[in-house]
């Protein structure tokens, strides 16, 4: 059993922290929106403490979760902050979508008081944070990560050491690039389809045979047709993630003219009222007025 902080109860932080309590482990819980705290700890036991300072004392291992760069330096730094509370041999292990600039800040920042840090984005969504069946892509330091897998195990399927610090986030990017163009091509299809007066049932059956198919095809052909754009991962989450990608781009020298183009498309999702729209929305802007 391990003593962990879990800060930032979202829709991702809420059930991997729960899946954390299940295997056993002894959580204190920190949320900026006191109630998800209060109801976390209802379900699950544990405790909730008044700032990530508090919930980090006593701590092993801290998690975090949360929105943004900016967010995440709010729950870490400062006299509030996981650090200000964190002794030394413990470990932080961010969940963030996040820059891998902030990765290696943070990590060069818990190195002065021997805290190890770990950027530990995910992949899966809701349902896989839900099931505790997420993709967990990790930077860090090889003891620090072997320490902290098999507690991680607790909410994934598949928990990979890619690099040091900043070496997760650079993976999720590379997840995300593929993602947003993959998206625009589903996107075109489908809409081309319906235009062209075919079965699109019949046509995402047969092509979702063969070398067209993909996880978006599987799971969000049909409700792009169909105009429903409820499904998950928000398009200004994707915004976020494009951004941090693009940014990178330019550090490293990438060309990325298909995820910039993406980018874009998906501001004018947001105009059309789409923030909060799953990423298959690209098609609203094909559909027909
Ligand atoms: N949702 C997905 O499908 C998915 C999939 C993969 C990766 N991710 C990534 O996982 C992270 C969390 O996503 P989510 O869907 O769980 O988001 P969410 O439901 O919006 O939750 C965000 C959490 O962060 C907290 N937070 C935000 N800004 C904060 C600040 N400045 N100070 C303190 N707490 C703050 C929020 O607190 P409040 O409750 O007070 O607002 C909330 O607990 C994001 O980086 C996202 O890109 C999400």
Redesign the pocket.
Known sequence: MTKIAFI??????FPMAGHLAAAGHDVTVY???AA?AEAWVAKHGGAAASTPRAAAAEAQMVFT????D??LR??VLGDDGAFAGMGQGTMLID????SAEVARELAAMGTGQGVAFIDA??????AGAENGALTVMCGGERDSFEHARPVIDAFARAVTLMGPVGAGQLTKMVNQICIAGLLQGLAEGMNFGQRAGLDMEKVIDVIGKGAAQSWQMDNRATTMCEGKFEF???VD?MR??LGICLAEANNNGARLPITALVDQLYGQVQARGGQRWDTSSLMQLLIKD
């Open positions: 930032g109860l979202g829709v991702m932080g949320n900026r929106t998800k979760c949360v929105g943004n900016d967010d709010g729950v969940h963030t979508t996040a984005p995910v992949s899966g969504g809701q998950g991962f928000a989450w976020k993630d």
